[in-house]
């Protein structure tokens, strides 16, 4: 999904399935924390949604800070289910 700064959204839209399948579903996100005011998202909100999942973020794209800077995230599952 290609969501232009609705990050959080889309992972709270998805919750259940997440929680549901666990570990079985592989995640990527492309942030872009310039979006996220627009959106009505901030960087702690997305932290929380993502720990909330029981995942924690990887940074791919090589960002320093992982809620400020725009790249990739690989959500890991915190343990395998």
């Known amino acids: 999904l290609d969501v ?4 959080r959204h889309a ?3 998805a919750r259940e399935v997440i929680k549901e399948r666990g570990a079985e579903i592989g995640i990527v ?4 924390p310039s979006l ?8 702690d909100e997305l932290a929380q949604e993502i720990a909330g999942l029981g995942r924690r973020p990887i ?3 090589g ?3 992982l809620y ?3 790249g990739h995230l690989l959500l890991e599952p915190l343990q395998a289910t």
Do not use: V
């Not at 232009?4 to 990050?7: D, K, P, Q, R, S």
């Not at 996100?29 to 872009?32: C, D, P």
């Open 11 to 13: 992972l709270a839209g």
């Open 4 to 7: 232009e700064g609705f990050e």
């Open 29 to 32: 996100i492309e942030t872009h």
């Open 59 to 61: 940074a791919l794209s």
């Open 68 to 70: 400020a800077d725009y």
């Open 36 to 43: 996220w005011p627009a959106s009505g998202t901030s960087a």
């Open 63 to 65: 960002q320093r800070d």
